[in-house]
């Protein structure tokens, strides 16, 4: 599938520069980007559910100075 953006001049510098320091095409560093927000924001989502889940289960956490010293009792 291919598709088209309009940027402005000052845009397409930035992003021609971004593909060439990394050498890959323009094409490739719009679609590693974009693929890198949709991971980014799916694993916010994620944890935010998972926050939620742990809130509303009313688990509280263990201080990890209670964790060292059960480990050191062994």
Do not use: C
């Not at 953006?5 to 320091?21: D, G, N, P, V």
């Amino acid at each position: 599938m291919a598709f088209s953006i309009r940027l402005t001049e000052e845009e397409r510098k930035l992003a021609s520069s971004y593909a060439r320091l990394h050498g890959i095409s323009l094409g490739e560093a719009f679609k590693e980007a974009l693929f890198e927000r949709i991971e980014d924001e799916y694993d916010l989502q994620l944890a935010e559910e998972a926050l939620n889940d742990y809130v509303a289960s009313g688990y509280k956490s263990t201080p990890i100075e209670e964790f060292w010293e059960e480990l050191d009792r062994e």
